[in-house]
């Protein structure tokens, strides 16, 4: 396929692929893919806009998002609490608190899977999985 472009969206492309140190056609196809990627589309607004700029990070600090974890202490605290809900004996303040951590969670994993799937993309991962295994 051949697309042409116009000397100053063409010249744009060139720019951030030097900025992000890649070849114009991998910049070109992230951005065609993140344009086209209609599960954004269904997202919160907010999300969206995070997600989306993920898109204009290093792959250095997409390989840092990808290995984010939540903190020891907001797991065990969720952990706890997700005990005490199967019980059924957590207060109106805990069942906010635990509905918080839950939602904290998902964008964190939501976060970690687009990270990684932007490395993988770029070439600059094999899979996705690989990147969000712990290396001991």
Known sequence: MQITLSENLST??????????????TVLADRL??????????LPADEQVEL??????SNDALRAIAAEQMSP???ALMAQLMERNSQGS????????????VERGEQLVLRKAEAAAILVRRGAAKS?????????
């Open 12 to 25: 744009r492309l060139r720019q951030l692929a030097a900025r992000r140190r890649q070849p114009v056609e």
């Open 52 to 57: 989306n700029a993920l898109h204009h990070l």
């Open 128 to 136: 996705p999985q690989d990147l969000m295994t712990p290396h001991e």
């Open 73 to 75: 202490a907001n797991q």
């Open 33 to 42: 893919f993140t344009a086209l990627d209609e599960e954004l589309d269904k």
């Open 90 to 101: 957590l207060s109106r303040e805990e069942q906010e608190t635990l509905a918080a951590l």
